[in-house]
């Protein structure tokens, strides 16, 4: 049961975040991240990644579009993963809602980078769900994980592609 009456204000100003935020289209996010994706295989990676074959799309029964990488749940390593050199993995997941032909509106994002072994954190997690929780203190809305999956620090929402920029060129740089 939450205790702070701060928290239920504080899902809703997220929620106002992510409904203010206006993306391109699907298609032109989509591009965006495959570009993000494919600079830094190109420029910085070793590991070999088919950036173009590890990003799948799909629609699901509400019309959203869906970009993911990998497993949405990460349960071990997969040929799905972006790897990195070092030994580290990506899967992500984004949702968005087509609001016309060239705008679009941040759902929800999943960003898991699991470090290579040894490392700590183990792992780190930006998180967006698609909707409030009953107990946001414990499940903020928009959150990072730092290690530890019962721990939840509030965050902004971001725009997807900056999330992946962020991962790639901080988180995977430091840990």
Do not use: W
């Amino acid at each position: 049961m939450d205790t702070c009456p701060h928290a239920p204000l504080m899902d809703e100003e997220i929620a106002a975040q992510a409904a203010s935020l206006v993306l391109p289209s699907p298609s032109v996010v989509l591009n965006e991240v495959r570009g993000i994706l494919y600079k830094y295989q190109e420029t910085q990676a070793k590991a070999s990644n088919n950036v173009i074959a590890l990003i799948k799309t799909a629609s699901d029964r509400n019309g959203s579009f869906l970009i993911e990488l990998g497993p949405q749940i990460d349960k071990g390593p997969t040929p799905g993963h972006f790897h990195f050199d070092s030994g580290a993995r990506l899967s992500f997941g984004i949702t968005l809602n087509p609001t016309d032909k060239k705008h679009s509106r941040v759902l929800s994002y999943r960003f898991h980078y699991v470090a290579a072994n040894g490392r700590n954190p183990e792992f780190l997690r930006l998180d967006l769900n698609g909707s409030t929780h009953p107990t946001p203190l414990q499940e903020p809305r928009c959150h990072i994980h730092p290690g530890h999956e019962h721990v939840r620090i509030p965050s902004p929402v971001l725009v997807p592609s900056h999330a992946l920029e962020i991962v790639l060129h901080v988180i995977a740089h430091r840990v």
